[in-house]
């Protein structure tokens, strides 16, 4: 029978299959952790007497509260948030009594979860991949099966290698045609989230397809699955290429030598078979696609850079949505005052979006009072992106260049929006209070982000671009 | 976890659409490594003011909201941010069931492991309970039916699995633990295919 990528993976993962009285139970391939979702799972395990079965498979990472200062990283200075400080060292404590590999604070590779998984070459085609986080959606950008789970679930995978799942149902977005120039991989999921809605992927696992997304790089490909779950689907998957295999060979835990040509081979079956039906299906038209920016407060409250906001008579929430951001139905986008630009998270913030970002950056200046805070997505980022001279640009040009970490796309670390503060970000979620509490936050692609951090206001990249 | 059966109670109406697990518990307070005593910051944002008093027209601070165990919201609640601190805070705080049209998947599912029962109904019934703040309803789990005042029954579904682990106030893990021989025997067979994370 013809199956759809995510069958195929589902199917190679049944240890037990569904019945009507029980989920199936479902083997998982990589664990990704970190601090801020797995210390009650690590409380379970030592409750009930409990190892991690497979800590081969399991792998941690500390990102979300963790500081971006280089001095509370490197330089001897305690991290100054005490409640994060306890849980960082919480989890390093877990991590090494329950022999969990670790890059700590001071490593070298750390960095996102959902960075770090595909740059070490951990996250590969046809895996089953589940983190306490749902951006886990992220990696499905390389044909695994990748999705959240809660922590109660994080303590059923440290102890069983397993979760007892329903399957899911399948949405296909076919996308074709060329995006046009300024026009990036967010400003294209921020187009599908606002023609399918922020429920409208509820209860099943989207494949992206199509010419535009075969043309994607991995990084957009990552952009893409990443907000996935912004459209309410449990995971996003693209099926594994030659974009694929190219940007996974002699990655370190990537299969080396004749291992890894024995798995391309295997990885090459991971599509979806013709005549494989899927139980939805959206076709989204990518050359009528503009730079997208968000309005409201939530992710499927966009527009076009150069648009305006929506009129909604005798819609409540609505109302309350646009007073909240302090804006007004019918105004023009382009032009609003900014307050804060932040590059990062791990929806925007690998190496392409540096340089994308870089690109508007070069021989201009932040606008005088915008703050610009630019975080790399891992310290392995960081490097390669100071390799390329990019740190000079953005210092030139005025912006805030940090170590890698969540950072200010949920404010956890410290580093927040004030009250009453418009934000352009490169983030995923622009919900009250995210970035911090009465922040208003406007997401956008890096580009928008960095033409909105130069004019001080919300501003069509494509202005600013040669 | 608490078994839930038969909850009899008012219900506190929250009629906005799309509230997000960041609204039910901000990112400030992840930082705790426990699970409890989260209800004192469940929807901290629009219950407190910046000093930390509580605001009176916010419905949770109104003393007809006292002691309500079933929560009406709008559409889509949950989702967002998949923390469990979301559910930990709403049944910290009394709550034994939400009730919408659509809720969020990952926030549907942790809501299940923690004795906080989702209850999907149709658009009329959700209208009718928005409608009604207040309104005395039964959620009867062994037969999967929310009753309302005027002695309309209204079915709603329940996964088969959780709504045994509900009834009965057990978790999965030890279900899944028994499961080791299945899963050991899985391991041997597919050992060869598996790429550890260690290089």
Known sequence: ?????????????????????????????????????????????????????????????????????????????????????????????????FNVELLGLQNEKRGIVHIIGPEMGLTQPGKTIVCGDSHTSTHGAFGALAFGIGSTEVGHVFATQCLLQRKAKTM??????????????????????????????????????????????????????????????????????????????????????????????????????????????????????????????????????????????????????????????????????????????????????????????????????????????????????????????????????????????????????????????????????????????????????????????????????? | MEPIRILHSRTVVMAATNIDTDQIIPARFLTTTTKEGLGAQLFADWRYDAAGTPKPDFILNQPASQGCQVLVAGRNIGCGSSREHAPWALVDYGFRAVVSTEIADIFRNNSLKNGLLPIIVDAATHQWLVANPGAEVTVDLQHCELGLPDGRKVLFPVEAFARFCLLNGTDEMGYLLKQGTAIAAYEASHGQQRSRTTA
């Open chain 1, 172 to 466: 296909a977005i076919n996308v074709e045609g060329a995006l046009a120039p300024g026009v990036t991989a967010k400003d294209l999921i921020l187009a599908i989230i606002h023609e399918v809605g922020v429920s409208g992927g509820t209860g099943h696992v989207i494949e992206y397809r199509g010419s535009t997304i075969r043309a994607l790089s991995m990084e957009e490909r990552m952009t893409v699955c990443n907000m996935s779950i912004e459209a309410g689907a449990r995971a996003g998957m693209i099926a594994p290429d030659d974009t694929t295999f190219a940007y996974l060979e002699g990655r370190e835990r990537a299969p080396q030598g004749a291992a890894w040509t024995t798995a391309v081979a295997g990885w090459r079956e991971l599509v979806t078979d013709e005549g494989a039906t899927f139980d939805r299906e959206v076709q989204i038209d990518a050359t009528k696609i503009q730079p997208m920016i968000t309005y409201g407060t939530h992710p499927g409250m966009s527009i076009q850079v150069s648009g305006h906001v929506p009129v909604r008579d005798g819609d409540a929430v609505f109302a309350q949505s646009l007073a909240y951001m302090g804006l007004n139905a019918g105004q023009a986008i382009a032009g609003a005052a900014v307050d804060v630009v932040f590059v990062g998270s791990c929806t925007n913030g690998r190496l392409s979006d540096l340089i994308a970002t870089a690109d508007i950056l070069r021989g201009r200046k932040v606008a005088p009072g915008v703050q610009m805070l630019i975080v790399p997505g891992s310290q392995q980022v960081k490097r390669a992106a100071e390799a390329l001279g990019l740190h000079t640009v953005f210092a030139a040009a005025g912006a805030e260049w940090r170590e890698s970490g969540c950072s200010m796309c949920l404010g956890m670390n410290g580093d927040t929006v004030a009250k009453g503060q418009y934000c352009v970000s490169t983030s995923n979620r622009n919900f009250e209070g995210r970035q911090g509490v009465g922040s208003r936050t406007l997401l956008a692609s890096p580009l928008t982000a960095a033409a909105s951090a130069i004019t001080g206001r919300v501003t069509d990249p494509r202005t600013l671009l040669a």
């Open chain 1, 1 to 97: 029978m013809a199956k759809t990528l995510f069958e195929k993976v589902w199917d190679l993962h049944q240890v037990v299959p569904e019945t009507a009285d029980t989920p199936a139970v479902l083997f998982i391939d990589l664990h990704l952790t970190h601090e801020v979702t797995s210390p009650q799972a690590f409380t379970l395990l030592r409750e009930q007497g409990l190892p991690v079965r497979r800590t081969d498979l399991t792998f941690a990472t500390m990102d979300h509260s963790t500081p971006t200062t280089t001095d509370q990283i490197f330089g001897g200075v305690p991290i100054k948030l005490a409640s994060a400080r306890g849980q960082v060292e919480q989890f390093a404590r877990n991590c090494a009594e």
